[in-house]
């Protein structure tokens, strides 16, 4: 099987450096409370040698004070090789709650299948997350207005997201009396996705700036089952992944 493998010391100097974006806004908590779920994906961050990738695992199970276990990572079909007291970063969502915290790695097996075991974190930084969360993105979005006689779609950029709607900004001027249809191409957990949801114009205004671009508040009115949970899934994703994104 081919590794990936990287220095230990320089991911535990990274490690050792590096504050949970999450700590700024959240409060010091324990594990147990956050209240994690056999299975969940976690995101795993190994320091420098991991560059800007992320990895994830899954978690197999824990003990309070004592340890948890995780899936071994990979990047790209290929196993990472952590080695013992290699420190990590480890940032996970669970319920309402958005948490990180660091470890350092206990033991590493093969038996029964790839596991690591990670040490109980002491302090756990974890926040509350909103129904209607919003984060901010940089994302593309067209939108097909039901304006008689328009006809093509409208480019804008979404600069929030939430799971009930979406703040976007385009040059063209809106009516507010007519629905659109919005669609975006998402990113989740590495797979593109394309997301489609009626919605309606809320609030606008003009930045005052000159440039004419207008701001649009959108409120999403008709998602099918499907579009809201991959919705809920992205939005918690950024998250998890990008703490400071939340607006």
Request: aromatic residues 6%.
């Amino acid at each position: 099987m081919n590794t990936v493998t990287a220095s230990s010391d320089i991911a535990e100097k990274s490690a050792r450096n590096q504050t949970p974006r999450t700590a700024a806004h959240a409060d010091r908590s324990d594990l147990v409370d956050m209240r994690p779920s056999i299975g969940d994906s976690l995101q795993l961050d190994w320091g420098m040698p991991l560059k800007s990738q992320k990895t994830y695992v899954k978690l197999v199970g824990y003990l309070k004070d004592r340890s948890i276990i995780v899936t071994t990572p990979t990047i790209g079909g290929c196993r990472l090789e952590l080695v013992e007291n290699d420190n990590v970063l480890v940032r996970g969502f669970s319920g309402t709650n958005a948490y990180a915290f660091r470890a350092s790695v206990l033991r590493v097996s093969r038996l029964p299948f790839d596991h690591v075991y990670l040490s109980f974190p002491d302090n756990v930084f974890g926040r509350p997350v909103r129904r209607s969360q919003r984060v901010r993105t940089e994302l593309e979005a067209e939108l097909h207005s039901e304006v008689p006689g328009r006809t093509g779609p409208i480019r804008a950029q979404i600069e929030n997201l939430s799971a009930l709607g979406a703040l976007v900004c385009t040059e063209h001027l809106l009516d507010p009396e007519f629905p659109l249809r919005f669609s975006a191409v998402l990113m989740l957990h590495g797979n593109s996705i394309t997301l489609e949801a009626d919605s309606m114009i809320v609030s606008h205004h003009v930045e005052a700036n000159g440039s004419g671009i207008h701001s649009y508040g959108l409120k999403f009115t008709a998602l099918d089952a499907s579009d809201a949970m991959l919705l809920k899934a992205y939005v918690y994703q950024q998250i998890v992944d990008y703490p400071d994104s939340v607006c």
